[in-house]
């Protein structure tokens, strides 16, 4: 997201821009829950519904009281807590409707502030897939609540709010520029990081290791896969904030990023277990997006194969070498997924824009891009551990991180909710 000069808000671009706003919505809601859903054992399958449902709800009530504020704001500049939020001066978004937006003058102010809620409320369902079947209800929404607080909106305001320390050409007296059209360091680095280690504080399920864990349903993982692979198309192009030319390219390079890892992750796959399996497939297209994201509107159709090679055969590796050789229990596979995505993506991104893609790309690569983005890498991966960890033994010290064993083995469904995924009767 980046500052650019002010023209009169189009109806055409506030379309585009809103339809993106419900295509991001749906990533989570039915997406992220079918993907998910599938993927975990019919006894927690509900759980996981009621997650992203209610993470969905909790995300955006704090954008539209706080969030938005806090990362977009301007009043806490120049203080020292204006390195952590942006202010408070559109709590509930006071002063925010259809004046144009000061990001991109082709919008409305509320078109742009609603464009993002949806960005903070998937985030931290994310996270939901490294902790599936024994983090309990309670425990997931005042984790993710904290969370978002004290992880998205940081992170959020240093690389996309207008006073940032590492917000491009948002700021032009920014002494770091980084570089992130679609939420690679913002979304998919801090959750899958942050996943990582949740997941560790909150320690293996009941059996992990001793006994098979198979997805109840690849059916349902592949229908989330393609809502999701729908879905990220507001989510990239619609980050060009206008239907215009930088979207297109954004659309290019989502397609050919997703559609290369997919195969990618297949041929690795492939040659290390000597089976292409569906999960393998939906497993690389997740990668693919996630790790083209910081990229979209910065490179070219060619750079977006090449991220998606890089995408399938490292998050491959992160998820089917690298987890089992230090016995961690992401069960989901989100920190492979999203946070080794994340990562390979926003080096990708310093190293492949270019300058004829997005003129306003051209103008963070020729400031010295590669060293504000790996400073803002480093500070994104630093504080998404610490923070994680310090919300992570607070909330076990409060509502508490899991069910008794009773209720991890009986499954979520019942233990928090009552009811169940499926009658056999």
């Known amino acids: 997201m980046l500052l650019i000069s002010a023209t009169p808000p189009a109806a055409g671009d506030n379309a585009w821009v809103l339809v993106s706003s419900a295509l991001v919505l749906m990533m989570c809601i039915p997406g992220l829950f079918l993907f998910y859903g ?51 001066e559109h709590f509930r978004f006071a002063g925010i409707g259809v004046e144009a937006s ?16 949806m960005f903070a409320a998937i ?17 997931v929404m005042l984790f993710s609540a904290l969370w978002t607080v004290f992880v998205y909106y940081p992170v959020a305001h240093a690389v996309w709010g207008a006073t940032g320390d590492f917000a491009g050409l948002a700021n032009a007296a920014s002494a770091f520029k980084a570089a992130d059209f679609a939420g690679g360091i913002v979304v998919h680095m801090t959750s899958g990081w942050s996943a990582l280690v949740l997941c ?42 206008a239907a215009d030319g930088v979207a297109l390219q954004a659309f290019l390079t989502t397609t050919l990023g997703a559609a290369t890892a997919t195969l990618t992750w297949a041929a690795v796959e492939r040659m290390h277990r000597g089976k292409v399996s569906v999960l393998g497939l939906c497993s690389g297209a997740i990668a693919g997006l996630a790790t083209v994201t910081n990229a979209a509107g910065f490179v070219s159709g060619g750079s977006a194969v090449l991220i998606g090679v890089l995408a399938g055969a490292l998050s491959y590796w992160a998820c089917s070498v690298l987890k089992p050789m230090l016995g961690y229990d992401d069960a989901l596979d989100t920190f492979g997924v999203h946070g080794v995505g994340g990562t390979i993506g926003a080096l990708a991104t310093a190293l492949l824009m270019d300058g004829s893609i997005n003129e306003a790309g051209g103008k963070l690569a020729s400031s010295g891009l590669i060293s504000g983005q790996l400073t803002a890498m480093i500070a994104t991966i630093l504080l998404s551990l610490a923070v994680t960890w310090l919300l992570a ?25 009552g009811e169940e995924g499926y009658n056999n009767s």
Not at 123 to 139: C, D, H, N, Q
Not at 211 to 240: D, E, I, K, Q
């Open 38 to 88: 599938g993927l975990v054992r019919s006894k927690n399958v509900l759980s996981v519904a009621a997650q992203c449902l209610a993470l969905t709800a909790l995300g955006l009530l704090l954008w539209w009281a706080v969030g938005y504020s806090l990362v977009f704001g301007k009043n806490f500049g120049g203080s020292a807590l204006g390195h952590v939020f942006g202010g408070s």
């Open 123 to 139: 985030t931290p369902a994310l996270i939901v897939g490294a902790v599936a079947e024994r983090m309990k209800f309670s425990a």
């Open 200 to 241: 560790i504080v909150v320690g293996p399920r009941i059996g992990f290791g001793k006994r098979a864990m198979p997805p109840h349903s690849m059916v349902l993982c592949v229908l989330g896969t393609g809502l999701l692979w729908a879905g990220w198309y507001g989510f990239n192009a619609g980050s060009a904030l």
């Open 102 to 117: 000061p990001y991109d003058g082709r919008i409305y102010a509320g078109t742009f502030a609603v464009f993002q809620a």
């Open 393 to 417: 033994k607070f909330v076990a010290a409060t509502v508490g991180l899991r069910p008794t064993e009773e209720a991890e083995s009986q499954g979520l469904d019942i233990a928090d909710h």
